[in-house]
């Protein structure tokens, strides 16, 4: 998610190239067609399957403390969305680099990655290393593409930091691999781990006798119990009402079992109407909305401002991401206890109680036909080091993809619920694929269907009509590039 916050101007590097060549050169290389929903840290695209060689960036020699080949001096160029995690997380590791290769780092943060960058890509000038989230991201399917992202192959080779015995592929949890690949290049580093589901304050459920519940029809019971106090049960970011697919997806995963989660990332035909998991994953919502469970006028929130009347008691449950704690912390109360819990079971369901979707977030690229690409794997090989891992946790609360990095550490109430969560999930962890590929499916046209699901405008049945209707059309569309996952 992002917060508004002011950024640093920057030389948006065009010059000399004309204002009508750059619409046409994004307009060929795809990237004009950004998204303009909300801003969003966990959120962006994926796909594609690099075909051009990039140029060759000057390296430096390579040894035992300079892996990669970083040329000393050289100067490096960092682009990172400045949203729900801030930048600093990210100024702390380019200090390391700064100091050890004795270059200037160039450094913007901003929330409008998409808008700012396009034209310095379609010019032939993008910056090094680019935090690519947010909504207002660049369109990586297309990136890769058409050549310009690097191949981070050389990343995951190169040894970690911490032990040189080990190379970066080993420390780094294995869904982070294959989450950042598009086809077999892996082109991509997701460098948060994001924990999704349904968070809650642990204080307002301890002082009003009430237990987190195992079912859906715990939840609906529940939900009666704390409309009778006054309380809204549920908030959501109405202004983006995909926040809501945190759950509802992984949900219907959980319940239909991952095979018919992974025949709706394949866009496969009746995917969504011949599923009963999510016949009964909508019907749910249906009822939420029917007996006005959600707090009144949620449909008009932002995410910023659903989350704040969370904080202040108004309503007891929000679909979220493990950002929130950070994002939220200028209006948390101190003895909130902020808790994530895992997902609902319904009827027969595939995975058992206490299944979590947790998976790779904040997407981290390099351009391949950048100044310095090299000394753009080296940050990135720096902020995958247990010290700037552990930072990154202690800054903003969230955790990196770097395994067990956390261990011993004091966490704070909302990201030691989380790790709690994953550890008791074990091997049933749910990742999804479907909002990284076709965000404009799931953002723009699910959202919208969900938004008038949740103000009881429009039925489940019509909601997973109109689902499948959007999702074949998408299959059918030759212009959008597609993927496949194995099942």
């Excluded at 960036?57 to 729900?84: D, R």
Aim: hydrophobic share 35%; net charge neutral.
């Amino acid at each position: 998610m992002g917060s508004t916050s002011a950024e640093n101007p920057e030389n948006n590097g065009s010059a000399g190239v004309g204002r009508r060549d750059l619409i046409k050169r994004s307009a060929a290389l795809g990237l004009i067609s950004v998204p303009t929903m909300s801003f969003l840290s966990a959120c962006a695209t994926g796909g594609g399957g690099g075909n051009e060689e990039p140029t060759k960036a000057p390296g430096g020699a390579k040894s035992a403390t300079n892996p990669l080949g970083v040329k000393e001096g050289l100067a490096l160029e960092a682009f990172i969305f400045k949203g729900g995690l801030g930048d600093q997380y990210a100024k702390d590791a380019e200090a390391d680099y700064k100091a050890k290769y004795k270059a200037e780092v160039k450094h913007t943060g901003t929330q409008q990655v998409g808008p700012k960058l396009t034209p310095r890509f379609a010019g032939g000038n993008p910056p090094d290393v680019i935090d690519n989230s947010g909504a207002d991201h660049l369109d990586m399917n297309k990136l890769s593409t058409q050549g310009q992202l690097q191949d981070l192959q050389a990343l995951l080779d190169a040894p970690s930091m911490d032990d040189a015995s080990k190379k970066i592929s080993d420390v780094i949890h294995p869904s982070t691999i294959e989450k950042g690949k598009h086809g077999d290049t892996f082109d991509v580093l997701y460098y948060a781990f994001t924990i999704y589901g349904t968070w809650y304050s642990q204080k307002a459920l301890d002082d009003n006798g009430w237990e987190y519940p195992k079912s859906f029809d715990e939840m609906v019971k529940l939900c009666g119990e704390i409309k009778k106090k006054g309380i809204a049960p549920w908030t959501y970011a109405g202004k983006y009402p995909y926040y809501v697919h945190f759950n509802l997806f992984a949900q219907i995963a959980k319940i239909g079992g991952m095979d018919g989660w992974i025949a709706i990332d394949n866009l496969e035909p009746n995917a969504w109407t011949s599923s009963d998991a999510v016949k009964q994953v909508v019907e749910h919502y249906e009822e939420l909305a029917a007996k006005k469970y959600f707090l009144q006028g949620s449909q008009g929130l932002t995410h910023i401002q659903s989350q704040t009347a969370w904080n202040k008691g108004k309503a007891i449950f929000i679909p979220n991401g493990s950002w929130v704690e950070n994002e939220a912390a200028p209006t948390t109360p101190k003895d909130f206890q902020m808790s994530v819990g895992a997902l609902f079971d319904g009827s027969g369901d595939k995975m058992p109680h206490g299944t979590l979707r947790a998976e790779p977030s904040e997407p981290y690229i390099v351009a391949g036909k950048g100044k310095n690409p090299t000394g753009g794997m080296e940050l990135l090989r720096i902020m995958l080091s247990k010290k700037h891992a552990q930072n990154f946790a202690t800054k903003v609360k969230s955790l990196t993809c770097v395994v067990d990095a956390t261990e011993g550490m004091t966490l704070s109430p909302g990201l030691a619920s989380a790790s709690k969560a994953f550890k008791d999930a074990g091997d049933n962890i749910i990742s999804l694929q479907l909002q990284e590929w076709y965000p404009s499916l799931t953002d723009e046209k699910i959202g919208g269907l969900t938004g008038q699901l949740l103000t009881g405008e429009l039925k489940a049945a019509d909601w997973i009509k109109r689902t499948q209707q959007y999702a074949d059309a998408v299959a059918k569309d030759d212009s959008v590039k597609k993927f496949k996952r194995e099942k």
